[in-house]
């Protein structure tokens, strides 16, 4: 499993000219999931996700998390962040999930996202074709992967 975090001022999504997901300050976090990913995968990256301290304190210092500061946060689902370009220019897709398999593991990250944030959080729509938009904060963006924990 792997994710894309991106601190913003605001970020939103957009599906067929209707917008599904908007927030002001938080995360716009990108999900890419893989057949081997489990339950594990998930407890560890919602947990390091709302306890990630780069949010500004007082002093304006990266010292605070999403659940210190109160922000929020978007999930999208995001199968190309498993894109292999290793051969020829047309990037292969064949690491990431298949729907079937993914669905339900991105409902359950949604769920252990709002378990341990304590409230709920907003998403775009698994396999749609989404419009993303984001005022990225900093710019903060961090890349995590649940499998080599870094």
Same mark, same amino acid.
């Given at each position: 499993?792997?994710?894309?975090?991106? @601190?913003? &001022?605001? =970020?939103?999504?957009?599906?067929?000219?209707?917008?599904?997901?908007?927030?002001?300050?938080?995360?716009?976090?990108?999900?890419?999931?893989?057949?081997?990913?489990?339950?594990?995968?998930? !407890?560890?990256?919602?947990?390091?996700?709302?306890?990630? @301290?780069?949010?500004?304190?007082?002093?304006?210092?990266?010292?605070? &998390?999403?659940?210190? &500061?109160?922000?929020?946060?978007?999930?999208?689902?995001?199968? $190309?962040?498993? =894109?292999?370009?290793?051969?020829?220019? @047309?990037?292969?897709?064949?690491?990431?999930?298949?729907?079937?398999?993914?669905?339900?593991?991105?409902?359950?990250?949604?769920?252990?996202?709002? $378990?341990?944030?304590?409230? &709920?959080?907003? $998403?775009?729509?698994?396999? =749609?074709?989404?419009?993303?938009?984001?005022?990225?904060?900093?710019?903060?963006?961090?890349?995590? !992967?649940?499998?080599? @924990?870094?």
């Amino acid at each position: 499993m792997k994710v894309v975090i991106q @601190r913003v &001022s605001e =970020a939103s999504v957009t599906i067929n000219n209707n917008k599904v997901a908007s927030i002001k300050k938080g995360l716009l976090v990108l999900l890419g999931i893989v057949n081997e990913d489990t339950q594990e995968d998930i !407890d560890w990256l919602c947990n390091k996700i709302v306890n990630l @301290r780069i949010f500004p304190d007082d002093n304006g210092v990266m010292n605070t &998390s999403l659940i210190d &500061s109160n922000s929020d946060i978007v999930l999208v689902s995001q199968f $190309t962040l498993h =894109a292999s370009t290793k051969k020829g220019n @047309r990037p292969s897709y064949i690491k990431a999930a298949k729907p079937e398999l993914a669905v339900p593991i991105y409902k359950d990250f949604i769920q252990s996202l709002e $378990t341990k944030l304590g409230k &709920s959080i907003q $998403t775009g729509e698994f396999g =749609a074709d989404m419009k993303v938009s984001l005022l990225n904060d900093g710019p903060v963006t961090i890349i995590i !992967d649940s499998k080599n @924990r870094e």
